[in-house]
């Protein structure tokens, strides 16, 4: 276990590694540097003090050196927009879209496995085959316009929610929550909703998937001939073994929810770290943009690990040192 | 009796699908509308001296001051919304199945040589994929439109670097089985040049899955690129695409003006379902696995 721990830290430390010689090449080799780092309205002379100040007359491994440098002591630049360190204004919007991302997660499951469980029992019936039908939807939807569609129908025509913003957030642990309030929960049934639809669609579908296969096998037979209630057979024994592949796929998942995030917080203008970079991107406010990217892949990186480390304990079948 | 040859027989299988079918027809149309859109489209969105700004944001089924009618309203330029999203299921079309087409390529050929020559240059290739593919496609797309800016070319490098991938994977694991049959051991006997033993011959067999790959790639190109258009990063305002007319449409739904982002969207929601329809049955049909 600790021998596969470590093995799995250099390798974490290696992929990271690699990204930042991707963001590197992408930021200094591809893009100009000089654009990069100074304002576009900077004069010449600024210009000039600039490029001494950072090195960009010095070899280019020296360079990456340097930027490698910064990185480690979390020193990526200062926004051009908004005057303040790359890394701390993404971590001020860090909350926001955590708290989007497991909103949306805990939904798919709520909604995804119950939806799931019925289609699997009843694989030939009305409402089973219509929970299918719609499944296809989920996944052919542009998240964009479903997000569109859900502002037009509830906040437009209805009026029922709020389209924009995050509401009235209050302070748990230091940080702005909007899950704390009911104007906020308001605020994020749409977003949270429209960031759910795929993975609904996803979780229904493996654990339909889950429940057709595992019926059929010896151990529910057994259970049954046991004389085990129905509902202890299916809640306790079957859904053991669904499960696995389900959180598997959810802790997997979490990232591109994450991903994604960007899409449905400029839809909802929810002030997340997506919104913040598709504005940046938008200005080119590139060290913002350097912070984000290092920020997503460190979140990669841990979301896998902790993926496979929980796949441990819920499967005890797998053992990650590879010995029998 | 008409003699059953293999194409007859996929097509005959392929027919079994009635949502299939309808599908395939769809896509059809579809693209025939794409590809005749100068000459169906009751307006060219891009000629100025077509446009009157006097029509613009009017409601579906509203006359022109010229006497024609906008079936599906117009934007804040006057633009009728139908020519708007004949014209821009052009882009859409054309960037979606470029780069699925130009990453098929890319993709098979390193699959193909993984699987092939194996050793350091299978370990690399794969690696390389399995890095790729462990980051969501819409992440990096963003991060390559944020390195090269926007444009037709970069959104279609974007989309092509996001998919090629997926191609790669499925033709090593296809040539990996492909490789070991006797009709490739009798080419090598031959002393074949190695380049046609991998394209003549190994190639037309690992077809079937990356046809199935290339049908579904085609549909998530198409939303990929409309997602990025809709953030402004995608095709310029000169080339709109489905997701620019949605974007564009959706300062304007606040105050009700449904239509301009509403019907683009229904354009692009019936070309991508009908596209993962036909890859759906094309999956069944042409999957050995299932065949008899």
């Keep these: 276990m600790t021998t596969w721990l470590l093995r799995r830290l250099v390798q974490a430390v290696f992929v990271m590694l690699a990204m930042t010689v991707i963001v590197f090449v992408g930021v200094n080799v591809i893009g100009d540097p000089v654009e990069i780092l100074i304002s576009p309205d ?10 001494a100040a950072f090195g960009l007359d010095k070899p280019l491994w020296e360079q990456y050196l340097h930027f490698l440098g910064g990185v480690v002591q979390g020193d990526l630049g200062k926004s051009f927009v908004f005057n303040e360190p790359a890394l701390r204004l993404i971590g001020g919007r860090f909350p926001a879209t955590m708290e989007l991302a497991f909103t949306a997660v805990a939904l798919s499951v709520i909604v995804g496995i119950p939806l799931g469980l019925y289609a699997g029992l009843k694989p030939d019936g009305l409402l089973g085959r219509a929970i299918m039908a719609g499944s296809i939807l989920g996944f052919s939807l542009p998240t964009f316009w479903v997000g569109l569609m859900l502002i ?14 995050r509401g009235t957030t209050a302070e748990f642990l230091g940080i702005q929550w909007s899950f704390l ?9 749409m977003p949270a909703t429209n960031l759910a639809l795929g993975n609904i669609a996803l979780v229904l579908r493996l654990t339909r998937a889950g429940v057709r296969e595992n019926l059929g096998l010896e151990y529910v037979k057994f259970a049954r001939a046991k004389g085990l209630s129905p509902s202890r057979v299916l809640f306790v024994h079957v859904m053991k073994n669904i499960m696995i592949p389900v959180v598997t796929v959810i802790g997997l998942e979490f990232g591109s929810v994450v991903a994604f995030a960007v899409v449905t917080e400029s839809v909802f203008a929810w002030p997340g770290m997506g919104k913040l970079i598709i504005d940046s991107i938008n200005v080119l406010d590139r060290p913002v943009i350097v912070a984000y990217l290092m920020m997503i892949v460190v979140l990669f990186v841990t979301i896998n690990l902790l993926v496979d480390l929980m796949y441990t304990v819920l499967d005890p079948r797998v053992r990650l040192d590879g010995r029998e | 009796m008409r003699e059953e040859t293999p194409f007859r027989r996929f097509v005959s299988e392929f027919a079994a699908s009635k949502v299939a079918v309808i599908g395939f027809v769809v896509v059809v149309i579809v693209a025939l509308l794409a590809l005749l859109a100068p000459l169906l489209a009751p307006q060219n969105p891009y000629d100025l001296a077509q446009l009157d700004i006097m029509d613009g944001r009017l409601a579906p089924g509203a006359k022109s001051l010229t006497g024609m009618v906008f079936w599906l309203g117009t934007d804040d330029q006057g633009r009728d919304m139908l020519s708007g999203i004949m014209y821009g299921l052009r882009i859409s079309l054309s960037v979606g199945v470029g780069s699925a087409v130009i990453a098929g390529v890319v993709g098979s050929s390193l699959g193909l040589l993984a699987a092939y020559v194996g050793g350091w240059v299978e370990t690399a290739i794969m690696r390389l994929v399995d890095l790729q593919l462990s980051f969501p496609a819409i992440l990096v797309a963003l991060m390559i439109l944020a390195f090269l800016g926007k444009g037709v070319g970069n959104v279609m490098l974007a989309l092509v670097i996001v998919e090629w991938a997926r191609y790669a994977r499925t033709a090593r694991g296809a040539a990996l089985v492909e490789r070991r049959r006797e009709y490739i051991e009798a080419a090598e006997c031959l002393a074949l040049p190695q380049w046609r033993v991998l394209f003549r011959h ?3 067999n690992c077809m079937p899955p990356l046809i199935v790959i290339g049908t579904i790639q085609v549909a998530r ?15 310029p305002i000169t080339e709109p695409s489905l997701g620019l007319l949605i974007a564009n449409g959706y300062q304007y739904m ?14 692009l929601l019936v070309t991508i379902v009908a596209i993962n329809l036909m890859g759906d049955q094309l999956r069944d049909v042409l999957n050995p696995r299932l065949q008899r």
């Design chain 2, 202 to 204: 190994l190639l037309p």
């Design chain 1, 152 to 165: 037009m129908v509830f906040a437009v025509q209805l009026g029922w929610l709020p389209s924009t913003g």
């Design chain 1, 181 to 189: 309030t009911r104007d906020g929960l308001a605020h994020m049934v």
């Design chain 2, 221 to 235: 190109a198409i939303t990929l690129e409309a997602t990025l258009s809709f953030l402004g990063l995608g095709v």
């Design chain 2, 254 to 267: 606040l105050s009700g003006k449904y239509w301009i982002s509403f019907y683009p969207g229904i354009a």
């Design chain 1, 42 to 51: 900077a004069d010449q002379a600024e210009r000039l003090r600039v490029i």
